[in-house]
């Protein structure tokens, strides 16, 4: 009985006259234009609030970061082709790293490319990997803890060396133990797991920021 009226329901549904068929079909059609433009719009909207932030965080730290907004929207995008991180979701992430003051220059994109590599193997999202990191390599004998606690393993002798290299104030040299270890234990992860579909859908989502943003 179910069956018969679910058919007979079905039939009705089908047998519709144009007059009543084609506001249905408007109707259905309205809401996909509209729901595809909220989309876009909303899309260029997060972009340029992750845009913003970064360069606020820039320009609070006096450019302690030694990169500028364009070199890091550049970096953003290459590994956006190669990785399943959204080119917005590294610049949201790059701007809470210039909160750290001691990572710069080459050292900063390396960290960049860490944190994905961290996340991509933890299970964990960009934002937090990059906190890890940052406070890692702004103050490196309290920052590996941190580091630790989620999996990277650290040799008592590297310790003593990060130890060392921090009290003679070479900062720079117990960053560059802690980016060798992240390299050996996560290196390319980010970019052998990444997924071609998920890779075509950050573009296409680009595409879609542009064109919305066009409307702001």
């Known amino acids: 009985v179910r069956w018969s009226r679910a058919r007979s329901s079905h039939a009705n549904a089908l047998s ?29 909207i997060e972009a340029r609030k992750s845009g913003a932030k970064l360069d606020a965080v820039l320009a609070s730290t006096g450019g302690a970061a030694g990169v500028t907004g364009e070199e890091i ?28 003051t001691q990572v710069k220059g080459d050292v900063f994109k390396e960290a960049i490319v860490s944190a994905q590599n961290l996340s991509a193997v933890m299970g964990q999202d960009l934002q937090s990997s990059v906190v890890q990191i940052g406070k890692a390599l702004n103050d490196p004998v309290k920052g590996i803890t941190a580091l630790s606690r989620v999996g990277v393993s650290f040799t008592q002798q590297q310790k003593d060396q990060i130890t060392q290299m921090t009290k003679a104030g070479n ?46």
């Open 73 to 100: 929207r550049r970096l953003a995008g290459d590994l956006q082709l190669v990785t399943d991180f959204e080119d917005d979701a590294t610049i949201a992430a790059a701007g809470v790293l210039a909160t750290f």
């Open 16 to 44: 519709l006259s144009p007059s009543a068929a084609y506001p249905l079909a408007i109707t259905y059609a309205l809401k996909g234009v509209t729901s595809s433009f909220t989309g876009m719009v909303s899309g260029a």
């Open 171 to 216: 900062i720079a040299g117990a960053q560059a133990v802690i980016l060798k270890e992240l390299q050996t234990e996560f290196g390319g992860a980010a970019e052998a797991m990444s997924s071609p579909f998920t890779r075509i859908g950050n573009i296409v989502g680009d595409v879609a920021e542009g064109i919305g943003s066009g409307f702001l």
